[in-house]
């Protein structure tokens, strides 16, 4: 049972580049979540998706594009990174139900944009 | 609009002391709260979740206490352990509509424990 892993785990772009992250999660859990943590600074929600074929928008949208295809993965899209999308990347996911909706975290993807 | 604010972002104290960590929020109505761990280069962990209408939770050292009145969550690391030393993030999170599904973070309080 490998939990959430994401893929990869670091990344070094210049901007105008594009790139996507991917997330994987084995426990069957409905909710994703992409978020964005910058030094000193909490967890700001990029898009979630509460499951397969559905997303939507979090605190932080804009520049990022997310797909869920199938139930356990959710990419995570930068058509033209600018240095601002320079960051660390985590995805989480959790249960559905409101008594099980603690988030799993991924290990995070640290992204430098030059 | 929504905030929470974490006491402070550091947070020193001796071993054997009981760490106290405050999480505040404003406009929020949230349906229950989280506390996660996250050590330096690691995703958060889940550590303990309490609902609105339960007023404390425990869990081995760790307690937290839930007030809504007060609108805010303390979070209590009793015989504290240079082991503890991390940051630690309080999530909120309300139930149904637009809502459903998401969660707000904290900024975190990173706390160090000296031997």
């Known amino acids: 049972n490998a939990g959430v892993t994401q893929t990869p785990k670091f990344r070094v772009l210049k901007t105008g580049q594009s790139m996507t992250l991917l997330c994987a999660q084995d426990m069957n859990h409905e909710y994703m979540y992409w978020y964005r943590q910058d030094p000193g600074m909490g967890l700001r929600l990029i898009h979630y998706?509460?499951?397969?074929?559905?997303?939507a928008k979090g605190e932080v949208p804009d520049g990022y594009n997310v797909s869920r295809l199938k139930k356990q993965n959710f990419l995570l899209g930068l058509e033209s990174a600018a240095p601002s999308q320079t960051s660390v990347y985590f995805c989480?996911?959790?249960?559905?139900?409101?008594?099980?909706?603690?988030?799993?975290f991924g290990p995070g993807t640290r992204l430098t944009v030059l | 609009s929504q905030k929470i604010e974490q006491n402070s972002e550091a947070l020193n104290i001796q071993e054997g002391k009981t760490a106290t960590l405050t999480c505040n929020y404003t406009n929020y109505s949230p349906a229950y709260l989280q506390w996660y761990r996250q050590d330096p280069g690691r995703g958060p962990v889940f550590l303990l979740l309490i609902r609105e209408n339960e007023k404390e939770k425990r869990k081995e050292r760790l307690k937290v206490t839930f007030d809504t009145t007060l609108k805010q969550s303390l979070f209590h690391i009793t015989a504290s352990q240079p082991a503890d030393s991390a940051t630690y993030l309080c999530?909120?999170?309300?139930?149904?509509?637009?809502?459903?599904?998401?969660?707000?973070f904290g900024d975190g309080t990173t706390l160090t424990v000296k031997p």
């Open positions: 989480a996911s959790s249960y559905s139900s409101d008594s099980l909706r603690t988030q799993y």
């Open positions: 999530a909120l999170d309300a139930m149904g509509g637009t809502n459903a599904g998401k969660s707000t």
């Open positions: 998706s509460v499951g397969e074929g559905t997303t």
